[in-house]
C-alpha cells in the first residue's frame, strides 16, 4: 500500500468538486495528448503552438479565471491546478497558457477598449488568436522601467497615430503571435499597446540555442516604425503598474505549475525507486533513499499549501504582491530542488530524455527567472518585512 | 429527439480494486470514473443531439450507491441536459437481469413523467463486469428493437419520424441494420472519440437538473433485485497472483525443439 505525496496532505480535500473535475481533465489531456509527444518537441525545440492552442482553447483553458468574451470564468485554484496539471507534463506548455491567458488575454481584459475585447478575448479564448507579451528587452529585464522601446504620436489631437520603435527579447509564442501587448514608454509614462503582429514594421524573430523551455517559443520582436491607430493604447495602463499587475496575475499561475513539475518529478522517482534494485533489494528500501523522499514530499506537499492558500486569498480579493512573491519564490525553488535530488535517485537514467526528470530541472531554471527573478521575489519580501526597498 | 444515455460508475482500473466479503466489487471504498466505453455511449449521444435538426435532450441515467451519481455528473458535464440516479441499498450486488429491469422500469417513468424516449444509447460493456448483455435485456424488457455494437449510427427524421441505422463491424461481415425509433442502441469504442468536458460545461454542470429515485419511485419490488435476487453467485473470488518471470529459452541449436516441446507440454498444440 502506498499513498501520493499530495494526498499526505489532503490537498484534494482542499478543492471543490469543480475544481477536481477540472485538474482531472487537464491531466488527462496531459497524459493523452501531450505527455507522449513532449520529449520529442523539447529534444526538436519545436512545438505545434498553434494546433495546441486550439486543443487547449476548445477545453476551456485560456483566459479560464477570466469572465465574459468566451471564457469560462472558474475559480482562481482551478486555474492554479490547470497550470499544474500542464507543467506536470512541462513548463513550456503551461507558459503557452500563461502568457495567453494571464498576460496577454488579461491585459485586454483588464486595460483595454471594449473593442479590444471584442476584437481579441473570444478568439483568444478559442485558441484561434494567440497572443504574446512584450515588456522584456535586451537592457531590461528585472528592471523593466529602464525600457527604451518608444511610442510617440504622430499626428493632431486625440486622434494621432502611435509610431513604436525599439526591440523585446524573450516573449514567449511571440514568433506564432496574432496579437502582441507590447509596453513602451511615451510621454505619459509607460503604456500598453495592443499590437496586431501582421502591421508594418513588426517583425518577431525566434530564440534558438536554448537549453531550457525548448517546448516553448521564445522571440525577439522588432518594432521597426510600427504605426498604429489611436485607440491601439490600453486605456486603462499608465505606467509600471499595468504590466506588473499582468505579472501577478501569472506568476500565481506559475505559483501552482512549478510544483506540478516537482511533483511529476517526485512521482517518477518514487516509481523508479520501487523497481530499480541495487545491492539486491530496490532502492527504495534504503533509508537514503526514504530520507530524500520524505524531504521532498515534505517540501512539495507544504509549498501546495501555500499555493491553495494564495489561491484562495486571491479569490477573495486580499492578495497582496508580496504573498505573491511568497509563493513564486518557494515554488521555484522547492520544485527546482525536488528536481535535482530526483535526479540523482535515477542515476544514470536521470540525465536521459526517456525520464521528464532533467527536463524539467531545466525548464525550471527558466521557471525561477521569469516573471521575476528569485532574487527581485527576495527584494519584494524583503521590502514588505522591513519597509525598505533594497532594489536600488 | 429526446435521447437516454445509460452509464455507470465503475472503479477505477489504475487504482487496486478489492472484493467485499461477498465477493462482490468494492463499489464503495475505491475512486470511482464513468465507465470508459460508456463515454463513447454519451459522445455519441450528443452528436446525435446536435445533428438533429430540432432541439433535442440528453437524460443520462445511472443505478448505484451515492457516488454513482459522478457518472451522470460526468456525461452533464461532457454536455448531457439532465441526469437520473437511481439509488437504493437494495441495488447493492445487482446482475445483469436485475440492472436491466431497474433501468427499464426507469425508462418507463422518464416516459411517462416528461415525455416518450425515442432513443436509448449504451456502451457496449461495462469495464468492470464486462458481461455485455444489458443493451439487450434492457430493450427486451422495454420490447424494443436493439441496435447492438454499433461502430456507426445515422439517425433519419426525414419523413416526422425518426429512423435509427446502425453498422456493425465484424470479422466476416459489415452490417447495416435498421429500426423506427424508440430503439436500443450500444456502440462500440470504434465509434467516435469522446470528447474532454470543457471547463464551461464543468461549470454549467452543477447548474443542471438530476433527479434521484428510489426503486419505489421507478416501481421495482426490492425482492427482484440486488445480491439475493441474483440469477448467478459467485463462489470465490481471488487476486489473480502476480506475473512469474517465464521461460527463457537460449537457443543453442536446438532452440525450436524445445520451444515445441513447451509448446505440447502447456497443451497448446
Ligand atoms: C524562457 C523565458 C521566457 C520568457 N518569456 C517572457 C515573456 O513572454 N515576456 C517578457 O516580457 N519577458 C519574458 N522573459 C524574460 C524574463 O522575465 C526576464 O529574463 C527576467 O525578468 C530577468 O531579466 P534578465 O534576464 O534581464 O535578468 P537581469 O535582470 O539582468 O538579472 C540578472 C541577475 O541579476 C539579479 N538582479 C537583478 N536586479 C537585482 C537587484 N536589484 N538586486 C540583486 N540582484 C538583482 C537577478 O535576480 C538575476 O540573478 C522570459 C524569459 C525566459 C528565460
Given at each position: 500500500?502506498?499513498?501520493?505525496?499530495?494526498?499526505?496532505?489532503?490537498?484534494?480535500?482542499?478543492?471543490?468538486?469543480?475544481?477536481?473535475?477540472i485538474?482531472?481533465?487537464?491531466?488527462?489531456?496531459?497524459?493523452?495528448?501531450?505527455?507522449?509527444?513532449?520529449?520529442?518537441?523539447?529534444?526538436?525545440?519545436?512545438?505545434?503552438?498553434?494546433?495546441?492552442?486550439?486543443?487547449?482553447?476548445?477545453l476551456?483553458?485560456?483566459?479560464?479565471?477570466?469572465?465574459?468574451?468566451?471564457?469560462?470564468?472558474?475559480?482562481?485554484?482551478?486555474?492554479?491546478?490547470?497550470?499544474h496539471?500542464?507543467?506536470?507534463?512541462?513548463?513550456?506548455?503551461?507558459?503557452?497558457?500563461?502568457?495567453?491567458?494571464?498576460?496577454?488575454?488579461?491585459?485586454i481584459?483588464?486595460?483595454?477598449?471594449?473593442?479590444?475585447?471584442?476584437?481579441?478575448?473570444?478568439?483568444?479564448?478559442?485558441?484561434?488568436?494567440?497572443?504574446?507579451?512584450?515588456?522584456?528587452?535586451?537592457?531590461?529585464?528585472?528592471?523593466?522601467?529602464?525600457?527604451?522601446?518608444?511610442?510617440?504620436?504622430?499626428?493632431?489631437?486625440?486622434?494621432?497615430?502611435?509610431?513604436?520603435?525599439?526591440?523585446?527579447?524573450?516573449?514567449?509564442?511571440?514568433?506564432?503571435?496574432?496579437?502582441?501587448v507590447?509596453?513602451?514608454?511615451?510621454?505619459?509614462?509607460?503604456?500598453?499597446?495592443?499590437?496586431?503582429t501582421?502591421?508594418?514594421?513588426?517583425?518577431?524573430?525566434?530564440?534558438?540555442?536554448?537549453?531550457?523551455?525548448?517546448?516553448?517559443?521564445?522571440?525577439e520582436?522588432?518594432l521597426?516604425?510600427?504605426?498604429?491607430?489611436?485607440?491601439?493604447?490600453?486605456?486603462?495602463?499608465?505606467?509600471?503598474?499595468?504590466?506588473?499587475?499582468?505579472?501577478?496575475?501569472?506568476?500565481?499561475g506559475?505559483?501552482?505549475?512549478?510544483?506540478?513539475?516537482?511533483?511529476?518529478?517526485?512521482?517518477?522517482?518514487?516509481?523508479?525507486?520501487?523497481?530499480?534494485?541495487?545491492?539486491?533489494?530496490?532502492?527504495?528500501?534504503?533509508?537514503?533513499?526514504?530520507?530524500?523522499?520524505?524531504?521532498?514530499?515534505?517540501?512539495?506537499?507544504?509549498?501546495?499549501?501555500?499555493?491553495?492558500?494564495?489561491?484562495?486569498?486571491k479569490?477573495q480579493?486580499?492578495?497582496?504582491?508580496?504573498?505573491?512573491?511568497?509563493?513564486?519564490?518557494?515554488?521555484?525553488?522547492?520544485?527546482?530542488?525536488?528536481?535535482?535530488?530526483?535526479?540523482?535517485?535515477?542515476?544514470?537514467?536521470?540525465?536521459?530524455?526517456?525520464?521528464p526528470?532533467?527536463?524539467?530541472?531545466?525548464?525550471?531554471?527558466?521557471v525561477?527567472?521569469?516573471?521575476?527573478t528569485?532574487?527581485?521575489?527576495?527584494?519584494?519580501?524583503?521590502?514588505?518585512?522591513?519597509?525598505?526597498?533594497?532594489?536600488? | 429527439?429526446?435521447?437516454?444515455?445509460?452509464?455507470?460508475?465503475?472503479?477505477?482500473?489504475?487504482?487496486?480494486?478489492?472484493?467485499?466479503?461477498?465477493?462482490?466489487?468494492?463499489?464503495v471504498?475505491?475512486?470511482?470514473l464513468?465507465?470508459?466505453?460508456?463515454?463513447?455511449?454519451?459522445?455519441?449521444?450528443?452528436?446525435?443531439?446536435?445533428?438533429?435538426?430540432?432541439?433535442?435532450?440528453?437524460?443520462?441515467?445511472?443505478?448505484?450507491?451515492?457516488?454513482?451519481?459522478?457518472?451522470?455528473?460526468?456525461?452533464?458535464?461532457?454536455?448531457?441536459?439532465?441526469?437520473?440516479?437511481?439509488?437504493?441499498?437494495?441495488?447493492?450486488?445487482?446482475?445483469?437481469?436485475?440492472?436491466?429491469?431497474?433501468?427499464?422500469?426507469?425508462?418507463?417513468?422518464?416516459?411517462?413523467?416528461?415525455?416518450?424516449?425515442?432513443?436509448?444509447?449504451?456502451?457496449?460493456?461495462?469495464?468492470?463486469?464486462?458481461?455485455?448483455?444489458?443493451?439487450?435485456?434492457?430493450?427486451?424488457?422495454?420490447?424494443?428493437?436493439?441496435?447492438?455494437?454499433?461502430?456507426?449510427?445515422?439517425?433519419?427524421?426525414?419523413?416526422?419520424?425518426?429512423?435509427?441505422?446502425?453498422?456493425?463491424?465484424?470479422?466476416?461481415?459489415?452490417?447495416?441494420?435498421?429500426?423506427?425509433?424508440?430503439v436500443?442502441?450500444s456502440?462500440?469504442?470504434?465509434?467516435n472519440?469522446?470528447?474532454?468536458?470543457?471547463?464551461?460545461g464543468?461549470?454549467?454542470?452543477?447548474?443542471?437538473?438530476?433527479?434521484?429515485?428510489?426503486?419505489?419511485?421507478?416501481?421495482?419490488?426490492?425482492?427482484?433485485?440486488?445480491?439475493?435476487?441474483?440469477?448467478?453467485?459467485?463462489?470465490?473470488?481471488?487476486?489473480?497472483?502476480?506475473?512469474?518471470?517465464?521461460?527463457?529459452?537460449?537457443?543453442?541449436?536446438?532452440?525450436?525443439?524445445?520451444?515445441a516441446?513447451?509448446l505440447?507440454?502447456?497443451?497448446?498444440?
Amino acid at each position: 500500500m502506498t499513498t501520493a505525496p499530495l494526498d499526505l496532505f489532503g490537498v484534494d480535500g482542499l478543492l471543490d468538486d469543480e475544481e477536481r473535475a477540472i485538474r482531472d481533465t487537464v491531466r488527462r489531456f496531459g497524459d493523452h495528448r501531450l505527455r507522449p509527444s513532449v520529449s520529442e518537441w523539447f529534444e526538436s525545440g519545436t512545438v505545434p503552438a498553434r494546433d495546441l492552442a486550439k486543443e487547449l482553447g476548445a477545453l476551456g483553458v485560456l483566459g479560464m479565471h477570466l469572465s465574459g468574451y468566451g471564457c469560462a470564468g472558474t475559480s482562481v485554484v482551478a486555474y492554479g491546478m490547470a497550470c499544474h496539471e500542464l507543467e506536470a507534463v512541462d513548463s513550456g506548455l503551461r507558459s503557452l497558457v500563461s502568457v495567453q491567458g494571464s498576460l496577454a488575454m488579461f491585459a485586454i481584459h483588464r486595460f483595454g477598449s471594449q473593442q479590444h475585447k471584442q476584437q481579441w478575448l473570444p478568439a483568444m479564448a478559442a485558441g484561434e488568436a494567440i497572443g504574446c507579451f512584450g515588456l522584456t528587452e535586451s537592457d531590461a529585464g528585472s528592471d523593466p522601467g529602464a525600457m527604451r522601446m518608444t511610442a510617440r504620436r504622430d499626428g493632431s489631437g486625440d486622434g494621432a497615430d502611435w509610431v513604436l520603435d525599439g526591440s523585446k527579447l524573450w516573449s514567449t509564442n511571440g514568433t506564432v503571435a496574432d496579437v502582441a501587448v507590447v509596453w513602451a514608454r511615451t510621454d505619459d509614462g509607460i503604456r500598453g499597446f495592443v499590437v496586431p503582429t501582421g502591421t508594418a514594421g513588426f517583425t518577431a524573430n525566434e530564440i534558438g540555442h536554448k537549453l531550457s523551455l525548448r517546448a516553448s517559443v521564445s522571440a525577439e520582436l522588432v518594432l521597426d516604425g510600427v504605426r498604429l491607430p489611436a485607440d491601439a493604447a490600453l486605456p486603462g495602463a499608465h505606467g509600471l503598474s499595468g504590466p506588473l499587475t499582468c505579472l501577478n496575475e501569472a506568476r500565481l499561475g506559475i505559483v501552482f505549475g512549478a510544483l506540478g513539475a516537482g511533483r511529476d518529478c517526485l512521482d517518477t522517482a518514487l516509481a523508479y525507486a520501487a523497481e530499480r534494485e541495487v545491492f539486491g533489494k530496490p532502492l527504495s528500501g534504503y533509508q537514503l533513499t526514504q530520507a530524500k523522499l520524505a524531504d521532498m514530499t515534505v517540501a512539495l506537499g507544504s509549498a501546495m499549501l501555500l499555493a491553495v492558500q494564495l489561491g484562495r486569498l486571491k479569490e477573495q480579493g486580499a492578495l497582496a504582491p508580496a504573498q505573491v512573491s511568497l509563493g513564486k519564490l518557494n515554488s521555484t525553488r522547492v520544485a527546482l530542488d525536488i528536481a535535482r535530488e530526483c535526479r540523482t535517485i535515477l542515476g544514470a537514467s536521470g540525465i536521459t530524455s526517456e525520464y521528464p526528470v532533467l527536463r524539467h530541472a531545466n525548464n525550471l531554471e527558466s521557471v525561477l527567472t521569469y516573471e521575476g527573478t528569485a532574487e527581485v521575489h527576495q527584494l519584494m519580501i524583503g521590502q514588505a518585512l522591513t519597509g525598505l526597498s533594497a532594489f536600488r | 429527439m429526446r435521447i437516454v444515455v445509460c452509464v455507470k460508475l465503475v472503479p477505477d482500473a489504475t487504482a487496486s480494486r478489492s472484493f467485499e466479503p461477498d465477493h462482490t466489487v468494492d463499489r464503495v471504498s475505491v475512486d470511482g470514473l464513468l465507465s470508459e466505453l460508456d463515454e463513447y455511449a454519451v459522445e455519441e449521444a450528443l452528436r446525435i443531439r446536435d445533428a438533429a435538426s430540432e432541439d433535442g435532450e440528453v437524460v443520462a441515467v445511472t443505478m448505484g450507491p451515492q457516488a454513482a451519481a459522478d457518472a451522470v455528473r460526468k456525461s452533464l458535464q461532457m454536455g448531457a441536459d439532465s441526469g437520473v440516479h437511481v439509488l437504493d441499498e437494495a441495488i447493492a450486488g445487482s446482475d445483469a437481469p436485475a440492472t436491466s429491469l431497474v433501468l427499464a422500469a426507469t425508462l418507463r417513468k422518464l416516459g411517462a413523467d416528461t415525455g416518450p424516449v425515442d432513443l436509448v444509447v449504451c456502451g457496449m460493456a461495462s469495464t468492470d463486469g464486462t458481461m455485455g448483455v444489458v443493451p439487450a435485456m434492457l430493450a427486451e424488457r422495454l420490447g424494443l428493437p436493439q441496435l447492438t455494437y454499433a461502430n456507426q449510427v445515422t439517425v433519419d427524421d426525414s419523413n416526422g419520424a425518426y429512423r435509427v441505422q446502425v453498422r456493425r463491424d465484424s470479422d466476416l461481415a459489415t452490417e447495416t441494420v435498421e429500426a423506427a425509433a424508440p430503439v436500443v442502441v450500444s456502440v462500440t469504442d470504434q465509434i467516435n472519440e469522446p470528447r474532454y468536458p470543457s471547463f464551461k460545461g464543468i461549470m454549467a454542470a452543477k447548474k443542471k437538473p438530476v433527479q434521484t429515485w428510489s426503486l419505489s419511485d421507478v416501481g421495482v419490488d426490492p425482492a427482484e433485485v440486488g445480491l439475493s435476487a441474483a440469477w448467478t453467485a459467485v463462489v470465490s473470488a481471488e487476486a489473480r497472483p502476480p506475473r512469474s518471470a517465464g521461460t527463457v529459452v537460449t537457443d543453442e541449436g536446438d532452440g525450436g525443439t524445445r520451444l515445441a516441446e513447451y509448446l505440447v507440454e502447456k497443451k497448446f498444440v
